[in-house]
């Protein structure tokens, strides 16, 4: 910030020795840029960092499935224990980061947007609270592995789809919406391919899913701010 | 520059940077002093000086209440004073207009 703005640190000195009206530099195209770095990063400050989030998200996805993938046993007709907790640590990895990261940026802020946020926050909690529930009712009444398989994983992404697109339409944001529109497409093709191809389709059409968004919203940004500098 | 079409409450750099945060935020959205003050990195005494001129001016609104037992200061631009910042931008930018 302090980069752009030519008189910025002294003039706040000038301020506390009484000189409070320091006018703005005299050029309205400087003023106009002071205006925007300063929106800038006040949105740095306040929102969540898209790429940065997806990007997460992407990696454990990823890496999580893939997991699942290699430790596909036949004759157990699922994937390993070992292979369920490596994947459960990705996204428990995944999970902290983004809601840490998220109270972090949205700490301050109140209103409106806020009440917004909490609640979405809330929608994704209660949702796989329920499924958890969903997929206990169905163990219980003798599903066999593949089914659980099919339905945890089926049920878990469409949660994820609906929330990304929900998403997107709350913050208007097409990217999100798009991706989560992709993961319900993912999600609905894995379910109709046979073990273990599922964990496979996840790891590369799901988690690559994200990882193009991430590069798309970094290189928009990119774009974004380059064009905000005169 | 002409001066005389500038907003003198807004046209002085701290409080011109305080509004643009504001504003950034959706209507209807409050910001904490300390967060205002970190994203702004003015002192606290400063950013006081300059939300009570804004204040007199009907521009921001300083929402002082308690949170639990500690007290808690929020910052939200008022309907006037996000107008105000509108027109303000509107008149930079048509005067960049007429410069070129």
Known sequence: MSADEPDGPRAHEADVAGRADDAPPSDPAAV????????????????????LLFGAWGVAWLIGYLVLYVTYDETLGRSTAWGFVVFGLFLLGALAFTAVHVARRASGVRGASAAAG???????????????????????????????????????????????????????????????????VVAGAAALIPQPGTYLVMALAGGGGFLVAAFGDLHQTRRRTKRSVP | M?????DPVIHAQARLRVVATLATLDEGD???????????????????????????????????????????????????????FESYTETLEALLRGAQ
């Open chain 1, 32 to 51: 106009l840029a002071m205006i925007a770095a300063q929106r800038a990063s006040t949105r740095k400050g306040v929102e969540p960092n898209g790429p």
């Open chain 1, 118 to 184: 909490a609640m979405y926050g809330w929608s994704w909690v209660i949702a796989f609270m329920m499924a958890c529930l969903l997929f206990a009712g169905l163990s219980r009444a003798g599903a066999s592995p593949e089914v659980m398989a099919i339905t945890a994983n089926g049920v878990s992404a469409l949660i994820v789809a609906v929330m990304y697109m929900a998403g997107g339409a709350l913050w208007r944001v097409w990217r999100m919406f798009a991706l989560g529109a992709w993961i319900a």
């Open chain 2, 30 to 84: 409050r910001l904490a002093f300390p967060k205002l003050q970190k994203l702004l990195e003015m002192t606290a005494g400063n950013l006081s000086t300059h939300l009570r001129k804004l204040e007199e001016a009907d521009y921001v609104l300083i929402d002082k209440r308690f949170e639990g037992r500690s007290p808690a200061t929020y910052l939200e631009l008022t309907k006037k004073g996000r107008r105000a």
């Open chain 2, 2 to 6: 002409s001066e005389i079409e500038l």
